[in-house]
């Protein structure tokens, strides 16, 4: 973990491990995880009572930089013996210090990429997936360039949704080539393993996986790179907004309170790494019976209250349709299959707003 210097105890009674364990105590801002299960403490030095730590962030953004050099300061202040604390933070150039505009971007946009948008949810099971392959299945549709890829490791479902199963090519730059599925280019740890075979790693394998999944694969030319990430402010999450500068984030909910909930966390999490909210979906939001009455089976209007609350913008209402479920589970989704239809009306209407968003 550390660059070879040698580690000197602080006292008799501090060691260079009390300094590792207690970094531990220093959370990256809007997640779970430490710094130092991070990989982000690169040396410690210590030396009658001067404590010196480097540590080297992969993102650009200087409002956790200075999150985290405060806490790890606080945090090295307290223990016994300390009475001097240096605490050095090292971050990669961004655009705008060299004379750009953009404060998300640094050195390891996409090739090829113009635009880089995560979908996501504070919660499983509120149709994450099923947002993202009808939204980029309407971005192919309205004449745009789209890639696809799923960053849930451990329960990808995007190749079956989107009717993928060939496994990625190898590319002459031995780079792999996604599969097109629709007309959108896919590409996820589904593609690489056996139906059956459970994915069981730990959180740099995942950060390892999803950096190659983004710099590793020969996209092309997009306008569009969506990516499925899983529920929740995990290791996947932190690895995307660390390996790649994200254009936004679209958040799907479903109406009630237990959803809504875990959504303020999410929206707290791109907030904290300087990612703009493009909207918010409510999903499921009502299914009408066959006699016409309307039933709001989770409630209704918590999304759009939601996103009044916090002041962004509400992309609109995904009904319960039968045709959703059906297109995903036939890998043929209803943008694809009705895209005058009800249903896929619904998210052509959304990638229109998105596409005008962004451009």
């Known amino acids: 973990m550390f660059s070879g210097t040698k580690l000197a105890t602080c006292g008799d009674m501090l060691t260079p491990a009390d300094i590792q364990n207690a970094l531990k105590a220093v959370k990256y801002p809007g997640f779970s995880r430490d710094i130092v299960s991070f990989g982000l403490v690169k040396d410690i030095s210590a030396s009658q009572g001067a404590?010196?730590?480097?540590?080297?962030l992969t993102s650009a953004n200087p409002a956790a930089a200075q999150q985290i050099k405060e806490e790890s300061e606080r945090v090295l202040q307290a223990l016994p013996g300390v009475n001097q604390v240096q605490v050095e933070v090292r971050q990669p150039a961004t655009e705008q210090a060299a004379g750009g505009t953009n404060p998300f971007t640094n050195q390891n946009r996409v090739p090829g990429v113009k635009r880089v948008i995560a979908i996501?949810?504070?919660?499983?099971?509120?149709g994450k997936s099923t947002v993202s392959v009808n939204l980029a299945c309407a971005f192919q549709h309205l004449g745009a360039k789209v890639g696809l890829l799923d960053c849930d490791i451990y329960g990808p479902s995007i190749p079956l949704m989107m009717g993928v199963h060939e496994r990625p090519t190898i590319s002459p730059r031995e780079q792999l080539v996604p599969p097109l599925g629709h007309g959108v280019k896919v590409m996820s740890i589904g593609l690489l393993l056996?139906?059956?075979?459970?994915?069981?790693?730990?959180?740099?394998?995942?950060?390892?996986?999803?950096?190659?999944?983004?710099?590793?694969?020969?996209?092309?030319?997009?306008d569009f790179l969506l990516v499925d990430l899983p529920p929740g402010t995990g290791d996947a999450q932190l690895s995307l907004c660390q390996t790649v500068p994200l254009d936004g984030g679209v958040i799907v909910t479903t109406p009630q309170e237990a959803s809504l909930g875990v959504v303020r966390k999410g929206i707290a999490m791109f907030n904290k790494v300087n990612v703009p909210i493009l909207g918010i979906v409510e999903n499921?939001?009502?299914?009408?019976?066959?006699?016409?009455?309307?039933?709001?089976?989770?409630g209704h209007g918590g999304g759009q209250a939601e996103a009044v609350r916090q002041k962004v913008t509400f992309l609109g209402e995904v009904p319960i349709f039968k045709e959703i479920r059906e297109g995903g589970d036939q890998g043929m989704p209803v943008v694809v299959s009705t895209p005058d239809g009800p249903a896929g009306g619904v998210f052509a209407q959304m990638a229109a707003s998105l596409r005008k968003r962004l451009e």
Do not use: C, H
């Open 51 to 56: 404590v010196n730590v480097l540590l080297q």
């Open 120 to 126: 996501a949810s504070g919660k499983g099971g509120v």
């Open 194 to 222: 056996t139906d059956e075979q459970p994915v069981i790693w730990r959180g740099p394998m995942i950060t390892k996986t999803i950096q190659q999944f983004l710099l590793a694969v020969e996209w092309g030319e997009l």
């Open 284 to 298: 499921m939001s009502y299914f009408t019976v066959p006699n016409g009455e309307r039933v709001e089976i989770f």
